[in-house]
């Protein structure tokens, strides 16, 4: 067992879901060499311990007319007043789908998701700079998508 506590098969299911959520019981138990009760069993000790959070679906943005996703960063006063007000006005802009406390010159990292150049700006110059204690705001665009994925690496089980 590693420090996680995850097993061989907790880690062979963990990987199975990650690839297809939509999995059923039986066949997830068939891919992760379990009986359907175990299989099931450990699905829902995984979800109680936290290891699986939720289940979702993966969109394309680009068919929902999402043409552009930028990374933001973004500098904010360094006052505690500042740094709450930042953070309650990122969580009501759903167009931010991340958003990271960041080491190095900016304080605050965003991913976002608009449909076009004229929706980035409007995000930009009329919702995030009058967020209070917004100080700077840099913007980088995607050009391409090498390598995009949800999947996290999972630690190899420990055999014997």
Known sequence: MK???????????LGALQRNGRLSNVDLAEQVGLSPSPCLRRVRDLEEQGFIQGYTAILDRRKLGMGVVAFVEVK???NAEGDADFRRGILLLPEVVSCFVMTGT??????????????????SMRKLLSIKGVKEVKSSFVLDVVKHSTN???PRPVIG
């Open 3 to 13: 420090e996680s506590g995850l097993d061989a098969a907790d880690i062979r299911i």
């Open 76 to 78: 904010i006063d360094q």
């Open 106 to 123: 900016m304080d605050y990292l965003l991913q976002v998701v608009v449909e076009d150049l004229d929706a980035f700006a409007d995000l």
């Open 152 to 154: 996290l690496p999972l």
